[in-house]
């Protein structure tokens, strides 16, 4: 073998060695993730590592993680919480930002560190600080869960539940956001608008009938009945005001709001202090439809 022919094999040898080691340092043992949700506007995002079990003791609590510790549910860099608009986690205010997750754990309450440092290590433990929001909680149980995971759970309206799950531990976290439409309608407004309105969809032949929207001012809401309806989801449903003429369409389920259709409004006309008809928007100027006062 050749001197240039020994030293290229020597070469490829040692990459052949290295590789091994490269992939293993690119690989880590808790992989990150992130789980988001928007609540009637507000986005909530948590980003997290997420260690599994791997054979240790599923009870993790007491042992893997010790009581007392201040631990970031999650490994390596801390778990971080983010909102856009205006929080409320377990009735506690929290600040649109960006926040690293604490719990200290022990065994029947547990305390929820969030800190404004949102860039934190795991370790050492984050010292104590005066803007730090700190509240108790109380952790349950559950199926055995693997790998440490948050979801969001009975997401309606303007509220729902972060949920924690790792060994057969969890936590559950009660979220309020602030609304982002004001439901209330008074009196004054609702009083030009209410009545029965005869709807045609923009192009219709006139041999098809028209359908009846019906709008009342009930509990200090604009609610409105559709018949016969052209969707299910309207054939009750509350106008939700953005000026004196202009509402969105919300969609109302066993009485109770489910959802505002951002993409679909009613816009009404007056004479005589009176509405004498709405169209009916698309988000994309498109008029569907037009309602006159019956």
Known sequence: MT?????????????LLLVPSVLTAQM??????????????????????RPQIRGRDSTIFGSFVHWGEIWTP????????????????????????????????????????????SHLYHWPE??????????KVRPGTGPLTEMLTFTFQDVRGDEGTLLLRWGTVQVTFHLEVEP?????????????????????????PDS?????????????????????TPFPDVATFQLVR???????????????????MDEWSFEFAHKDGQAVKFE???????????????
């Open 3 to 15: 001197a240039p022919t020994a030293r290229l094999c020597g070469v490829c040898l040692t990459l």
């Open 28 to 49: 880590r043992a808790s992989e990150r993730g992130a789980v988001s949700q928007t609540i009637d506007g507000t986005t909530i995002t948590i980003d997290y590592s």
């Open 74 to 117: 999650g490994a390596n860099f801390a778990t971080t919480l983010e909102n856009n608009r205006p929080l409320k986690i377990d009735g506690h205010p929290v600040a649109p930002g960006k926040y690293s997750l604490w719990l200290v754990v022990q065994p029947d309450e547990w305390t929820m560190v969030i800190d404004p440092r």
């Open 126 to 135: 984050p010292d104590s600080t005066a803007d730090q929001l700190r509240f």
């Open 180 to 204: 982002k439409h004001a439901l209330a309608v008074a009196e004054a407004t609702a009083r030009p608008l209410v009545g029965t309105y005869l709807f045609r969809w923009e192009g219709a």
């Open 208 to 228: 098809v009938p028209p359908s009846r929207v019906t709008l009342a001012h009930e509990n200090g809401m604009l609610m409105g009945r559709w018949t016969p």
């Open 242 to 260: 953005v000026t004196d003429d202009w509402f969105l369409v919300g969609s109302v389920i066993d009485g109770e709001l489910v959802d505002v």
């Open 280 to 294: 009916v928007w698309s988000d994309n100027d498109h008029l569907d439809g037009t309602a006159t006062r019956e």
